[in-house]
């Protein structure tokens, strides 16, 4: 919901250029809160449509966002964290984050596309290894991989960050929007 709040607000101003996204604290992004989305509507297939919408809405928005859009990942990113990072335009991370594809490990697979988009980013061995196994990697991992576009000391990644946010800026918005 609160995502959604946010890019109803992105989307009735045309001056914002670029989009960071990053966590608090020592994650970006563990994903949504499973045992919840199952249990709010589960049995109530119009329920779980709602929650599906509420979940998955602002990755579509988030992707079809005119700016560009940057993943700046300071901890854990994980599940539907790698989405997020994975739909984003750019990704630096911290040489410490965290990144994991775990949903093997409860029987399942990654929803919403993340099988494909794993595949897509990754080579194909990368792609299974992490996906069959639910092993964990850092950020100099997934740079090294080109999961992210490089990985940074994690006292580096706000500023280096801003830096280039503040520089894709500063360019020419018809041609940001065209380039993208």
Not at 12 to 26: K, N
Not at 163 to 178: D, T, V, Y
Request: aromatic share 10%; charged share 20%; with cysteine.
């Amino acid at each position: 919901r609160d995502m959604g709040k946010v890019f109803d607000h992105l989307d009735s101003r045309d001056d914002i250029q670029v989009l960071v996204i990053t966590g608090a604290g020592d994650a970006f992004c563990t994903g949504m809160d499973l045992e919840q989305f199952i249990a709010d509507g589960f049995e109530d297939p119009a329920q779980f449509r709602l929650n599906t919408d509420l979940a998955f809405g602002w990755f579509r928005r988030l992707k079809a966002f005119t700016g560009v859009t940057i993943a700046s990942i300071n901890g854990w990113c994980v599940a539907g964290g790698m989405l997020v990072a994975s739909i984003c335009d750019l990704a630096f991370t911290s040489d410490k984050a965290r990144f994991g594809l775990s949903e093997i490990n409860f029987a399942t697979i990654p929803g919403a596309g993340l099988t494909w988009v794993t595949a897509e980013l990754l080579n194909r061995r990368e792609a299974l290894f992490y996906l069959t196994t639910g092993r964990t990697f850092d950020g100099a991992e997934a740079a090294n991989m080109g999961l992210v576009n490089y990985a940074l000391p994690a006292g580096q990644l706000v500023d280096h960050t801003h830096e280039i946010a503040h520089e894709i800026a500063g360019k020419h918005p018809i041609a940001l929007r065209s380039i993208k």
